[in-house]
C-alpha cells in the first residue's frame, strides 16, 4: 500500500513521534539531549514553529507543536537530519539514525491539547523512568518542568498551556500540576495515537454500527478529531492542488478582500485581526473565512494567519457558517 501524503497545513496542531532505527538509542549522554533541544529550540524560534509539549526518551521522542508558516516536513527534516549527522560524526557511526519516516498526528486543538500535553509529559512515568510525580517535576528531559518553572526553555510556548487553566499565573501552574496528578495512572491512551473519528467512538465495531444506521463516517487515521473536523482537514488537503490559483493577485489580493468586506460592514480591519470576539466581529470573520477557503482555495492556516486566530478557529467558523445558511 503506498505511504499517504502528509497533513502539512501550516499552523496546524501536531502530535509527532520519532523513533531510532530499529531500536537504536537516540541520545547516549545528556549532552545528546542537550544537542537535540538546542537545535529544536533554534529551529522553532527560526521558523515561527511553536512547541507546545515534548518528551525525550531512549530510543524515541514526542513532540506537540503548532506547525510555523513552512510547514512541518520542512521543519523536521531539517530537525532530524541536522542532529543525525553530528550524531554519527561524534559515535563515528554510518546509516540511518531515524526509523524511516516520523509520525504526525494533526489534532483538533479542541478537548485534545490539555490531553495530549498530559499524555506527553507522563510519558516517562509511564516508562518507569522516573519513579514518581515529584520525580517527573524535576525531570530535565521534557516540557513538564518548564511549565512548572524548573527549567528554563524560552522555545518553549509555555504561557499557551497556562492560559487554558485560567487565574494568575501561580494558580494555572497548580492547576495545571493538579491536572497531571489526576492522569498519572491512565496508562497508555490508543485513541491518542491518530484515527480520526474512529478513536472517539469507541473502535471499529461501533463505526460499523454507525454505518449500517446509515450514519456518515469520517475517518483518517492521520487526523484525531471528530467527524466534522476530519472532514475539514481532508478537505483542506484536497484544495491544496488549488492553493497556487488566487483570485485577484495572491496575497495583495487576500488583503483586498479583507480590507473591502470590513469597510462594507463598518469593522475595523485591526479589531478583526487581533482576534476581537465581538458578534459583529465573529461573523464578520466567518464570512471572510468563507470567501477565503471556499470561494479562492486560500488554505485554513493562511486564512487563520490573516484573520489573526488559529486553524481551529477557521474550521469552527465554516461550519457554524454552514449550519446558519441550512437553517
Not at 67 to 79: C, Q, V
Not at 86 to 97: A, Q, T, V
Not at 106 to 128: F, K, Q, S, T
Amino acid at each position: 500500500m503506498p505511504r499517504q501524503a502528509r497533513l502539512d497545513a501550516p499552523g496546524t496542531l501536531h502530535h509527532v513521534m520519532v523513533r531510532g532505527i530499529e531500536g537504536t538509542p537516540l541520545f547516549l549522554e545528556d549532552k545528546d539531549r542537550e544537542s537535540f533541544l538546542s537545535r529544536l529550540g533554534e529551529l522553532a524560534q527560526e521558523t515561527e514553529t511553536r512547541i507546545v509539549a515534548w518528551t525525550l526518551m531512549s530510543n524515541h521522542v514526542h513532540l506537540l507543536l503548532f506547525s510555523g508558516p513552512e510547514g512541518l516536513a520542512r521543519f523536521m527534516r531539517r530537525l532530524l537530519t541536522g542532529y543525525a549527522v553530528r550524531y554519527n560524526l561524534k559515535y563515528d557511526r554510518k546509516g540511518h539514525l531515524f526509523q524511516n519516516r516520523y509520525k504526525s498526528i494533526v489534532c483538533e486543538e479542541d478537548g485534545y491539547l490539555l490531553e495530549l500535553v498530559r499524555y506527553i509529559h507522563l510519558n516517562p512515568v509511564r516508562a518507569r523512568v522516573v519513579g514518581s510525580m515529584r520525580d517527573l517535576d524535576q525531570y530535565a528531559w521534557s516540557g513538564h518542568g518548564v511549565i512548572l518553572g524548573r527549567y528554563l526553555r524560552p522555545w518553549q510556548d509555555r504561557d499557551y498551556v497556562l492560559e487554558q487553566f485560567g487565574g494568575s499565573n501561580g494558580q494555572a501552574i497548580r492547576a495545571y500540576r493538579r491536572f497531571m496528578e489526576e492522569g498519572k495512572d491512565q496508562g497508555r491512551r490508543e485513541e491518542l495515537s491518530g484515527g480520526g473519528l474512529i478513536r472517539s467512538v469507541g473502535g471499529w465495531s461501533q463505526v460499523v454500527s454507525l454505518r449500517r444506521r446509515g450514519e456518515a463516517i469520517e475517518y483518517d487515521a492521520r487526523v484525531l478529531g471528530g467527524g466534522d473536523f476530519v472532514d475539514e482537514i481532508l478537505k483542506e488537503a484536497d484544495r491544496k492542488l488549488r492553493r497556487q490559483i488566487h483570485v485577484g493577485g495572491g496575497k495583495l489580493g487576500l488583503q483586498r478582500v479583507i480590507g473591502k468586506m470590513c469597510e462594507e460592514a463598518g469593522i475595523r480591519e485591526r479589531e478583526l485581526q487581533r482576534g476581537g470576539q465581538r458578534r459583529e466581529v465573529s461573523r464578520l470573520r466567518g464570512r471572510i473565512a468563507y470567501v477565503l477557503c471556499r470561494e479562492m482555495g486560500v488554505s485554513m492556516a493562511e486564512a487563520a494567519r490573516e484573520l489573526g486566530v488559529c486553524a481551529t478557529a477557521i474550521v469552527k467558523a465554516l461550519q457554524k457558517l454552514g449550519f446558519e445558511e441550512e437553517k
